[in-house]
């Protein structure tokens, strides 16, 4: 027993370093790589991904699993032994359950799509489009039916991305939420607006990127396993958990730019930074869902970083910075300006109280397309209904309606859900965290994020991807993913700042 | 047929691609990498490295290349599949016939011998090195005899980098220089030496990298398929032939650095850039050996990079850079200053006259001690002696002596040579295309570079690995590697200069 774990620990630990070495090729892909070596990092990506699959697939690794399990019982249920075998085993079925003719056929459809979407968008025009998101919608439902029975035709896909949730359960969590924060971006736009011209200065590129590595420093990222780059799409790249990388984008005429992506990148990449090194090389070194990773990233760019005490701390140093800009901006105004509410076309510039409608929107939308109760053709005109329902004002053009977002063309349909719920998840964690440490706004007000980011690495980052996401919440929180939380946060936030 | 090559490449496309992976993870270590990642780093390469050597040399491969050898008659000797096959066998032989178990010894050896090194030169104290140096000569004898028989021991070392050249032909060449070059060296020493004094003022980093940029541009080195970035020891990294990657280091305070250090690396680039693409993902897609490849680094840094036409285009340029530095310098003295010789106890510091000197005293000592009639314990004694007489000052310690350089504790016995064979090589080359291109000086006085990258280009570069170094020169020269045109190039360029 010992040494069949040995040897499927051996094997993990190539096929991670395999995954690492294409993160690299990843990471240079989007920062320094020449514009004339796409095609030559295509073949090695490539050649990566199929060493990768032909490793972890192999039928060996199958017998492997089969007789681990039959002696699981000797390790705890919590064991990075017991955990490893189970995770593992969900990656194994679901990588082997795929027929490689399906895994050829979507590769090449969401290769053209790619293509397709990006001059779709340039030049507004949905039916161009149009057959390459049927095709692809076609294929995930067919994916879908390799793990068949389900209790949704949508479940297979969510579970790509949060292990072990069902449709039912996003669905309800969902319906629970959008009325509540209908209503409460509906009073917002009741009152008086607030001003944020001042973020829209010329602000030096240097003196912000100086701002938000002192920021995030200050966090805790650790520049000893990490750098920032600049990237046109901010990201975090995993390197192995000695290595963890973050981008950052500037934009010299609006603040909120790099300062939020800034937090919002450094919060991914504390939580990979937090796993226990007993975990490298294996399966479970990684977050252990996409809303998970969300709830960290959100949790230090809003509930910390968007923040009164927050502020409180870093404001005079924010001034001293850009004094021509913000001398006369006081704390306050400083305050209602970057948590200025804003209905918007475009998901990944909408605020707080209304970024969710954008992905409840998406959800809707991609279930009917997977049940066949709504056709691709039809979709350009459900999406402007609902955003006309949900956020009082449908786009002027499919540009920035149903084509803005990559991820269709990239076939990644079940992802988006998972950024509502990391929003729905930080605030759980935030309000038992601020139990447990009653003076964390004092903290944070001194600068202090010590206690925060040792609970969040004891509680939660420590365990990697050993536990499924409704579980890791429970054990966090004491319930499942739970929208209430999220709506007494936004209440008692925009309520002070409109007077709502 | 037809099918059993499509075979083989497809099995060394992959190779190529785990190869290009290995290079980035390699280039991202010397500019980009955090610190704390270098125990993963290791981890990935380790892996990486295994995969190759597994795909490389299993049994397949060999019989793909017996069937293919069979038949290989039905090829002009000079096609791309012949040589393919060729060389393939070629690298198959080295890899297979060598033991794991020696390869494994060698690898542990060499790593622990690199940290031992370090400490020792920081130290100067030769006998910590020494019984590391010991294992590694011996384990590099060993090597040797996987591929006995042999004319002389040291052959199989010396084919590692230079394939197919002997070690009696490196050993005729070296004599038949050194005596000459020592009298060149001492002829200079004699006469009053020249100033370079301004090389060594405070000099503007960003404007010493602008300046590097625009001449290596002039040169025709392709920013759509390359990039540079700063490292502590400058390199150049191919990852494919459509991303060839250099570096340089910058020191404010001596000019030459940088502005030689970022011509050589380019003159490698533009080596690999210019490899005729139909051999990507192949053997034959890099330069044809570690002789050639320095021929052109030294070509594009020396020959082009140190000569009057060069600066009669941009010494106007350098003074407009850095007016006060050199505003009072004259194009005369400038140019000698580049130029000075003086003999210095450090390899990688010395001028054209003295480089040479350096080098064969290595392989001198290198010969020795694998024919066993030198102890590794008599080492430094035995350099001393010939610092004396070659370089006519003995170093006053082992440090800045026996222990300068990385290459032996890396168990790198049979590289050296290769650097003094490459500056003849560059010199029979320049000889050629002057006979080819009459009006060459012409045309660098005007900044123009395009004829000489299109004869090296057509001559040399587009055929990459597919003939073997001492084939190659021959072709490109009509003779083996000579080193009359080196010797008649120094007592040229140094007459002048010092009146000789």
Redesign the interface.
């Known amino acids: 027993m010992e040494n069949k774990l040995k040897e499927l620990r051996t094997i993990l630990?190539?096929v991670a370093?395999?995954h690492?070495?294409?993160a690299?090729?990843g990471w240079?892909q989007q920062t320094?790589?020449?514009?004339?070596?796409?095609?030559?990092?295509g073949?090695?990506l490539?050649?990566?991904q199929t060493?990768v699959h032909t490793k972890f697939t192999a039928p060996h690794v199958g017998e492997l699993l089969a007789d681990l399990e039959q002696q699981a019982g000797q390790w705890e249920a919590d064991s990075n032994e017991a955990r490893l075998v189970r995770v593992t085993r969900r990656e194994y079925e679901k990588r082997t359950r795929v027929t490689s003719e399906w895994v050829s056929e979507f590769t090449q459809a969401t290769t053209n799509a790619h293509h397709v979407w990006a001059a779709a968008r340039a030049e507004n025009d949905f039916g161009k489009f149009q057959p390459h998101a049927e095709r692809i919608f076609e294929l995930r439902r067919q994916y879908a039916h390799f793990f068949a029975p389900f209790d949704h035709v949508y479940d297979p896909l969510l579970d790509d991305f949060e292990p072990g949730l069902k449709t039912a359960e996003v669905q309800a969590i969902f319906e629970a939420l959008r009325p509540q924060q209908v209503q409460i971006v509906q009073a917002i736009a009741s009152k008086p607006q607030v001003d944020a011209s001042f973020l829209h200065l010329n602000y030096d590129e240097q003196k912000q990127w100086d701002f938000g590595v002192r920021v995030i420093s200050q966090f805790g990222y650790?520049?000893?396993?990490?750098?920032q780059?600049r990237s046109p799409h901010p990201f975090t790249q995993s390197?192995?958990?000695?290595?963890v990388?973050i981008t950052t984008r500037l934009n010299a005429n609006y603040l909120n730019a790099a300062l939020f992506g800034t937090m919002h990148e450094a919060g991914h990449a504390l939580y990979e930074m937090g796993i226990d090194p007993a975990l490298?090389?294996s399966p479970l070194a990684s977050g252990a869902s996409l809303a998970l990773h969300e709830s960290q990233s959100r949790l230090w760019e809003n509930l910390v970083g968007r923040s009164l005490p927050f502020w409180e701390h870093f404001y005079p140093a924010l001034q001293e910075s850009f004094p021509t800009q913000l001398k006369d901006v006081s704390l306050e105004r400083f305050y209602k300006g970057i948590n200025r509410v804003q209905p918007s076309y475009i998901r990944v510039e909408a605020d707080e109280a209304t970024y969710n409608l954008h992905i409840m929107l998406r959800l809707e939308l991609e279930i009917a397309l997977v049940e066949g109760t709504l056709q691709v053709k039809d979709l350009p005109e459900a999406w402007n209904a609902r955003m006309q329902e949900y956020l009082g004002a449908a786009p002027p053009n499919d540009a920035e309606g149903v084509l803005q977002d990559i991820h269709w063309s990239s076939g990644l349909i079940g992802y988006f859900p998972t950024y509502a719920l990391g929003n729905l998840i930080s605030v759980q964690i935030w309000e038992r965290i601020n139990q447990d440490v009653p003076d964390l706004p004092d903290q944070i007000r001194r600068g202090d994020f010590a206690a925060l980011l040792s609970w969040l690495r004891e509680k939660l980052h420590f365990h990697g991807a050993k536990f499924e996401p409704q579980e890791l919440v429970e054990r966090l929180t004491g319930s499942r993913i739970d929208p209430a939380p999220y709506i007494r946060y936004l209440k008692a936030k925009y309520g002070a700042i409109y007077g709502l």
């Open positions: 630990a190539e370093d395999l690492q070495a294409a690299l090729l240079d320094y790589m020449p514009v004339g070596a796409a095609e030559g990092r073949f090695q490539s050649t990566l060493l650790d520049w000893q396993h990490g750098r780059d390197i192995g958990l000695q290595d990388r490298a090389r």
